[in-house]
């Protein structure tokens, strides 16, 4: 068992097993000549011979010539070709449409939508010169979805643009290509969605899936990009004559990617209360504004399970319907990286990060820079498990509140303490740790935002200013620290654990318990009380006791 951060490593004695998977992954497949106007112009030649017939009237006919043959070969083949309206969910569609064949291989559906894409504009001068320019805003086009059963990844889809340069998407599963690995090596599993909820063979399991987290996934990538484009996309529109003679050759870049942590629990019920819990410890102080939540129709079990070899349920199942389970999703975002925990089945807690768009990310998005974006989101879920734990088990060292008030030095200069009293100190704490997830750390001015979005303060209420100097005061706590070679910060991770507690202390504690010593009881009160509130009756009756021995006024109940 890989134990790489701090939230499963405090969790293990409930843990039976821990993997980590490579999920969805979109790759853009682009002819690269076909991007810029004289590229396109030496393609056509080098396919057509000459520019005499390149006008917008031959490059339509192109497009038609494509959907022709695509529907011409689906029904030679009994391959149903479907429209689609817009909204509709092709992937689903597609699962209902898979072969029962298991040893079936190539396309079985092809779906039909409409969605931007690049498209050439001819302007004929009278000289007989000419002029391509690309049309702007893409204009919406038929693109063609062709889902294909794979040996290595199982189900695929490859969605291609009918109109030249045929810009199209890979899109593939990882935890498909773990399954048919795993199945060849004799495990047993039983997969609920993307997840496997159980395995005769954890630790082979977890090995098998970090096959795809290496620099080996980009020869696997483009193997099996290669294996299908020209042969069962790209043909319908050049052939593979035409295609060899023009030189028409894809470049593949990551355009989206997601990666999970799967934590899987040996008792369902240890799962509900450790996820629950932790859901309302720590949902305030990451500013999480929506939480979903899907009842299902059981409970999780208490008992633990019996092992997979011997479960009498077939090896593989997967679950389409609604979840059998509570299914509660937590999600955070960090501009186009978005942060997601959510439990499946019975035992399973899951961490996914995922990029939308990798064209946003600060650095090269060719497949050969695919590891360094498995790379950055490994590191996402990492930073935020340890941040995820630092909240939830919150820790004060002995001293902590006379050290506090006290100056700070940054190097040799000294810098102002932190002053707890002040309402403007506690809000920039909050907005640190609502913060603190992010592995590329937070600017002075996303500091000064974020202070301002919780407080609703305007925004010349809370400057930049005022934000650098507050930011220095924690600097000089080491409880913030700057990011090498950048003007970004983090919250250290015992920074995180220090001010959430002292948030804690004062917010959830202090304040609540001096309030009720001195408030009236008032009539009506519930019948059950939640535990906290139990806690808090307690607290107020023994802290009543006390000031009565210490001889401070109160009013009582």
Same mark, same amino acid.
């Given at each position: 068992?890989?134990?790489?951060?701090?939230?499963?490593?405090?969790?293990?004695?409930?843990?039976?097993?821990?993997?980590?998977?490579?999920?969805?992954?979109?790759?853009?497949?682009?002819?690269?000549?076909?991007?810029?106007?004289?590229?396109?112009?030496?393609?056509?030649?080098?396919?057509?011979?000459?520019?005499?017939?390149?006008?917008?009237?031959?490059?339509?006919?192109?497009?038609?010539?494509?959907?022709?043959?695509?529907?011409?070969?689906?029904?030679?083949?009994?391959?149903?070709?479907?429209?689609?309206?817009?909204?509709?969910?092709?992937?689903?569609?597609?699962?209902?449409?898979?072969?029962?064949?298991?040893?079936?291989?190539?396309?079985?559906?092809?779906?039909?939508?409409?969605?931007?894409?690049?498209?050439?504009?001819?302007?004929?001068?009278?000289?007989?010169?000419?002029?391509?320019?690309?049309?702007?805003?893409?204009?919406?086009?038929?693109?063609?979805?062709?889902?294909?059963?794979?040996?290595?990844?199982?189900?695929?889809?490859?969605?291609?643009?009918?109109?030249?340069?045929?810009?199209?998407?890979?899109?593939?599963?990882?935890?498909?290509?773990?399954?048919?690995?795993?199945?060849?090596?004799?495990?047993?599993?039983?997969?609920?969605?993307?997840?496997?909820?159980?395995?005769?063979?954890?630790?082979?399991?977890?090995?098998?899936?970090?096959?795809?987290?290496?620099?080996?996934?980009?020869?696997?990538?483009?193997?099996?990009?290669?294996?299908?484009?020209?042969?069962?996309?790209?043909?319908?529109?050049?052939?593979?004559?035409?295609?060899?003679?023009?030189?028409?050759?894809?470049?593949?870049?990551?355009?989206?990617?997601?990666?999970?942590?799967?934590?899987?629990?040996?008792?369902?019920?240890?799962?509900?209360?450790?996820?629950?819990?932790?859901?309302?410890?720590?949902?305030?102080?990451?500013?999480?504004?929506?939480?979903?939540?899907?009842?299902?129709?059981?409970?999780?079990?208490?008992?633990?399970?019996?092992?997979?070899?011997?479960?009498?349920?077939?090896?593989?199942?997967?679950?389409?319907?609604?979840?059998?389970?509570?299914?509660?999703?937590?999600?955070?975002?960090?501009?186009?990286?978005?942060?997601?925990?959510?439990?499946?089945?019975?035992?399973?807690?899951?961490?996914?990060?995922?990029?939308?768009?990798?064209?946003?990310?600060?650095?090269?998005?060719?497949?050969?820079?695919?590891?360094?974006?498995?790379?950055?989101?490994?590191?996402?879920?990492?930073?935020?498990?340890?941040?995820?734990?630092?909240?939830?088990?919150?820790?004060?060292?002995?001293?902590?509140?006379?050290?506090?008030?006290?100056?700070?030095?940054?190097?040799?200069?000294?810098?102002?303490?932190?002053?707890?009293?002040?309402?403007?100190?506690?809000?920039?704490?909050?907005?640190?740790?609502?913060?603190?997830?992010? #592995?590329?750390?937070?600017? =002075?001015?996303?500091? +000064?935002?974020?202070? *301002?979005?919780?407080?609703? !303060? @305007?925004?010349? %209420?809370?400057?930049?200013?005022?934000?650098?100097?507050?930011?220095?005061?924690?600097?000089?706590?080491?409880?913030?620290?700057?990011?090498?070679?950048?003007?970004?910060?983090?919250?250290?991770?015992?920074?995180?654990?220090?001010?959430?507690?002292?948030?804690?202390?004062?917010?959830?504690?202090?304040? #609540?318990?001096?309030?009720? =010593?001195?408030?009236? +009881?008032?009539?009506? *009160?519930?019948?059950?009380? !939640? @535990?906290?509130? %139990?806690?808090?009756?307690?607290?107020?009756?023994?802290?009543?006791?006390?000031?009565?021995?210490?001889?401070?006024?109160?009013?009582?109940?």
């Amino acid at each position: 068992m890989n134990l790489t951060d701090d939230f499963a490593r405090y969790y293990a004695p409930l843990l039976e097993g821990i993997y980590d998977c490579v999920d969805r992954i979109v790759v853009n497949a682009y002819f690269r000549f076909g991007q810029y106007a004289g590229g396109f112009r030496t393609w056509w030649r080098a396919w057509a011979g000459s520019d005499d017939q390149l006008d917008d009237a031959h490059l339509m006919r192109l497009a038609g010539r494509f959907s022709r043959r695509v529907r011409a070969w689906a029904a030679a083949h009994q391959v149903p070709v479907l429209d689609c309206e817009p909204g509709t969910h092709k992937h689903e569609v597609a699962e209902q449409h898979l072969p029962t064949d298991p040893a079936f291989t190539g396309v079985f559906l092809i779906l039909v939508s409409r969605a931007p894409a690049l498209q050439w504009q001819v302007r004929r001068f009278a000289n007989g010169g000419l002029q391509l320019q690309q049309r702007s805003p893409w204009a919406y086009v038929n693109h063609y979805s062709f889902h294909i059963l794979d040996p290595d990844w199982g189900h695929i889809t490859i969605k291609m643009s009918g109109h030249p340069p045929f810009g199209a998407q890979v899109i593939l599963n990882g935890h498909e290509w773990v399954e048919r690995r795993a199945r060849r090596h004799g495990l047993t599993l039983i997969k609920e969605g993307n997840c496997f909820t159980a395995t005769s063979d954890p630790a082979a399991l977890a090995e098998i899936a970090d096959t795809l987290n290496g620099p080996a996934v980009i020869g696997r990538l483009a193997e099996v990009c290669d294996r299908w484009i020209y042969s069962a996309c790209l043909c319908f529109a050049l052939d593979r004559e035409a295609q060899q003679r023009s030189g028409f050759r894809y470049d593949y870049s990551s355009f989206q990617l997601e990666y999970s942590r799967n934590l899987r629990f040996a008792r369902g019920s240890d799962l509900d209360q450790v996820y629950q819990s932790v859901i309302d410890r720590t949902r305030t102080a990451l500013d999480v504004r929506t939480l979903t939540t899907l009842f299902g129709c059981k409970h999780r079990p208490h008992r633990r399970p019996h092992a997979a070899g011997t479960d009498t349920r077939p090896p593989i199942q997967v679950k389409l319907e609604k979840p059998t389970y509570d299914l509660t999703v937590f999600k955070v975002r960090f501009g186009p990286l978005q942060l997601k925990v959510y439990d499946k089945g019975e035992r399973t807690l899951r961490i996914e990060a995922t990029v939308e768009n990798a064209r946003k990310l600060p650095f090269p998005r060719a497949l050969s820079s695919l590891p360094r974006l498995v790379t950055r989101l490994v590191e996402t879920v990492l930073r935020f498990l340890n941040v995820l734990h630092g909240i939830d088990h919150a820790f004060l060292d002995a001293g902590v509140l006379d050290e506090l008030p006290r100056p700070g030095h940054i190097g040799d200069q000294q810098v102002a303490g932190v002053d707890l009293n002040q309402a403007r100190i506690r809000g920039v704490m909050e907005a640190i740790i609502a913060l603190a997830p992010n #592995p590329a750390g937070f600017s =002075v001015a996303a500091l +000064a935002g974020k202070v *301002r979005a919780l407080t609703g !303060a @305007p925004e010349t %209420a809370y400057t930049t200013r005022q934000a650098a100097y507050d930011l220095r005061k924690l600097r000089g706590k080491a409880l913030v620290e700057p990011m090498a070679r950048s003007r970004r910060h983090q919250a250290t991770l015992q920074g995180c654990q220090t001010m959430a507690a002292l948030l804690i202390l004062r917010e959830r504690v202090i304040k #609540p318990v001096l309030a009720g =010593v001195v408030k009236k +009881a008032t009539p009506g *009160r519930p019948k059950r009380q !939640a @535990p906290l509130d %139990a806690h808090y009756k307690r607290l107020r009756e023994e802290m009543q006791a006390t000031f009565a021995t210490l001889g401070i006024a109160v009013e009582t109940a």
